[in-house]
């Protein structure tokens, strides 16, 4: 049976398309979700994609915390559901309180679009045990509020939790404090990212293939997940 995963809309989502596509390249369904509607029509896990959800008025992410659909999310990935939050879906699951920290202006001011270098730090998520430990992947980088700041006690934890997913390796583009690029919450199954996997999954668009494997990673573990 083929896996559903849900693609969240927002006013304001520039990469839900994106997203979907790269879940449908990964050998999922996927499932559009919109912001309105909290119900997740049965899916199996769910993307929120970048963009600038409600116009990034108050703080990214902030409005959209919100939204109806993010009640349901909430409550389903406290109970385990897989969740990818890419750059503004990052910012979405710090507002909820699904991640620790926030994401906030980058230091140099600048808005950052190019491509990245990162290093996977942790393969024990649900978005991440098709790498290896140590592997550098590139994948694009577009934002102005990518820039990860949380006081040195949740920082000091993440680290020693090993829930930092991903690091910048090559010149950090926002500032992100300790180079970092992607985080998890304690059960592994909820997975910040402020870089664009969904860009990198097809040699036609993307610097790589590198992004498929944060797709293909939620299958395998919906595989091994029980029923």
């Known amino acids: 049976m083929t896996a559903r ?36 029509h ?25 939204a109806p659909v993010m009640g349901t999310i909430v409550d ?15 910012q979405i699951l710090c507002e909820a309180h699904l991640l620790p920290g926030a994401l906030t202006r980058n230091q140099h001011l600048h808005f950052r679009n190019r491509d990245q270098v990162l290093r996977i730090e942790a393969i024990g998520t649900a978005w ?33 939790e090993g829930r930092v997913v991903a690091r910048y390796v090559g010149g950090n583009p926002n500032g992100s404090q300790r180079d970092i690029a992607a985080i998890t919450n304690e059960a592994g199954n909820v997975v910040g990212i402020m870089p664009h996997p969904e860009h990198a999954v097809e040699a036609l668009t993307g610097p790589s293939l590198d992004g498929l494997g944060f797709f293909t990673s939620v299958l395998k573990h919906l595989v091994g997940a029980p029923a």
């Open 5 to 40: 995963v849900g693609v969240v809309t927002f006013p304001g989502s520039l990469d839900d398309g994106d997203a979907a596509r790269a879940v449908r390249i990964a050998g999922a369904e996927p499932v559009r979700l919109w912001h309105g509607d909290p119900d997740l």
């Open 42 to 66: 049965g899916v199996d896990a769910v993307v929120l994609p970048g963009g600038f959800s409600y116009g990034d008025y108050l703080r990214c992410g902030a409005i959209a915390r919100f």
């Open 76 to 90: 389903a990935a406290r109970g385990g559901l897989p969740v990818l939050g890419i750059c503004n879906g990052f």
């Open 128 to 160: 991440t045990n098709a790498f290896q430990p140590g592997q550098e992947v590139l994948i694009p980088v577009k934002n102005g509020e990518g820039c990860y700041v949380a006081d040195p006690a949740t920082l000091d934890r993440l680290e020693a």
